[in-house]
């Protein structure tokens, strides 16, 4: 299959979409030691950070800029939000930061916000800034969701909800524009499995085309200021504008990485921080994609172990034999792509995959994958296709920017695989840790995209130190299939936080219904309780 890994999305939770005239689907975009809990809000130092961009006379004007804020109706990054942009309670405006920092008297990026205002703005705390992950996705597409998910919530009364477009992504200027949307129909399309040297070179070139293609249409100098790097400087400068002393935010998926290089860059600027569904920063990229590939099979294994208790299951009456017999379904797609109820379009074995790992973030989709399956098994495509087409935001034939802003944010965040000996513990790691994504006949060991990318990557592999950090809490799911458990653990511990476990089998987990979490996040953000040591929450079952 082709080489595109699929990496940290936001959460699963920005509405409620169609699937077929049969299933209504959410639509996945993709929230140790500390001491008692504390019934005062969170008070990080005063002391300014070494090297405080914000006292740099160079970025005043950055730091010192008033939002003009507008209507949000040409904000929309695609057009099946476009209504929620319409909504008079939205205030949209550009913020403006230097491409690169070093240089704040060059080129500059202008970064989409929008907001909901406090409803109780007498008590009105300050802002709360959201990200829903990715990389690559649109954090304005969260605020509605979250007003929603908020509704009668202390979170609404007393914060403007605020979500931005990280540069390059969604409706930001620049905006990431690799592919053409006929050229993103032909990538999906498109199955590598032939893991011969000729193989290889055949995936490699087409991977290199890629990186070509994103470094003409965008230019080298715009890709090299792209990553997470830069984003956490346009975050505190947005926190400056929007006349908040300290940040409350929040974070899904990607967006803990947002926050917790943030914690790096600025610990004493912290007033309050949630990370749900914690990326680990000391993982490289070997282990980040094993790992995420075994939350995947852990994944499908339960969706497997439910499956075979409900009549009709697709996958038999074994949990122990789901994998192979999805293998005997799936793997035909690589000669002959399913057909499909649109005449124009069939359904591949790469888009068979995706469907069923969109289908994965959350647990409620799980039926709907079973359609999907049966329908597949019978010769039609459908449903996992609309499920991939939900994953590659593909409406009515055109695409979102969210998978190109993803590739060009990932090659500028993780250090490039490049040995040949790494290649192949990478893909033959990622096919070995999830075979329900295997082709059946063996790993292709070819270099991703980001091995020709034409700049370096600004970030590596590192235990994060955030000297002066206010307590952060991290969330962390038992059967999360994109960031898996055990990577919040060790994130909270980094940071010194307080974890809270939900049981579960789904990506991401706050302010999404639950009221066990949603109350013990809300307490922390307003007042600054922390949730107790050893807390849990569990998940309905389906």
Not at 81 to 94: E, F, H, L, N, T
């Amino acid at each position: 299959m082709s080489s595109r890994r699929r990496s940290p999305s936001g959460p699963p939770h920005l509405g409620v979409r169609a699937l077929t005239a049969l299933v209504a689907v959410l639509a996945c975009v993709g929230l140790s030691a500390c001491s008692a809990p504390t019934a005062t809000a969170p008070a990080a130092a005063t002391a300014t950070p070494p090297g405080d961009p914000a006292q740099d006379p160079a970025l005043a004007r950055f730091y010192g800029q008033q939002l003009q804020w507008g209507p949000c109706t040409d904000y929309a990054a695609s057009p099946d939000v476009a209504d929620q942009y319409r909504d008079p309670r939205y205030q949209c405006a550009k913020l403006e930061a230097p491409l690169d920092y070093a240089q704040p008297d060059g080129k500059t990026v202008k970064i989409a916000v929008m907001r909901s205002k406090a409803t109780d703005q007498a008590n009105r705390i300050g802002s709360l800034l959201l990200n829903p992950g990715g990389p690559g996705v649109s954090g304005t597409q969260l605020v509605p969701a979250t007003v929603k998910s908020t509704e009668n919530s202390p979170v609404q009364a007393r914060f403007d909800l605020v979500g931005f477009d990280p540069r390059g992504v969604g409706v930001s200027e620049p905006s990431i524009d690799c592919l053409t949307d006929a050229e993103q129909d032909q990538y999906r399309a498109t199955v590598y499995s032939d893991p011969s040297p000729a193989g290889v070179a055949a995936l490699e070139a087409h991977n290199k085309e890629y990186a070509d293609r994103c470094t003409a249409r965008m230019g080298a100098d715009v890709l090299a200021h792209l990553g997470t790097r830069e984003v956490v400087k346009d975050l505190d400068v947005l926190r400056a504008a929007l006349g908040d002393e300290k940040l409350t935010y929040y974070g899904y998926s990607y967006g803990t990485s947002v926050g917790s290089t943030y914690a790096e860059a600025f610990p004493t600027r912290v007033r309050a921080m949630v990370l749900d569904g914690a990326v680990d920063p000391t993982q490289d990229t070997v282990e980040t994609n094993i790992d995420q590939s075994a939350g995947f099979q852990q994944a499908f294994d339960a969706y497997g172990a439910w499956c075979t208790t409900q009549p009709n299951c697709p996958l038999g009456t074994d949990p122990k034999a789901v994998t192979a017999t999805w293998q005997k379904i799936v793997q035909p797609l690589i000669d002959n792509p399913a057909r499909t109820s649109d005449p124009t379009r069939t359904l591949s074995f790469s888009d068979a995959i995706t469907g069923v790992q969109q289908a994965l973030y959350l647990r409620s989709l799980w039926p709907a994958l079973s359609l999907g399956i049966s329908k597949l098994a019978a010769g039609d495509g459908s449903v996992l296709l609309t499920l991939a087409d939900f994953y590659y935001k593909r409406v009515n034939g055109q695409y979102d920017n969210s998978l190109e802003a993803f590739q060009a944010i990932t090659c500028m965040d993780n250090v490039r695989i490049t040995d040949p000996a790494q290649v192949a513990k990478l893909n033959e790691g990622v096919v070995g840790a999830a075979p329900f994504t295997a082709t059946g006949r063996g790993a292709v060991n070819a270099k991703d995209p980001c091995a020709f990318w034409p700049v370096p990557p600004t970030l590596e592999p590192h235990r994060p130190q955030a000297d002066g950090l206010a307590p952060v809490v991290v969330v962390s799911v038992t059967g999360d299939p994109a960031t898996p458990y055990q990577a919040g653990v060790d994130l909270a511990e980094d940071l010194n936080g307080r974890l809270l476990k939900v049981e579960g089998n789904q990506h991401t987990a706050g302010y999404q219904g639950n009221a066990c979490i949603d109350d013990k996040l809300t307490a922390y953000l307003v007042d600054g309780t922390l949730p107790d040591e050893g807390a849990q929450c569990v998940l309905p079952a389906q």
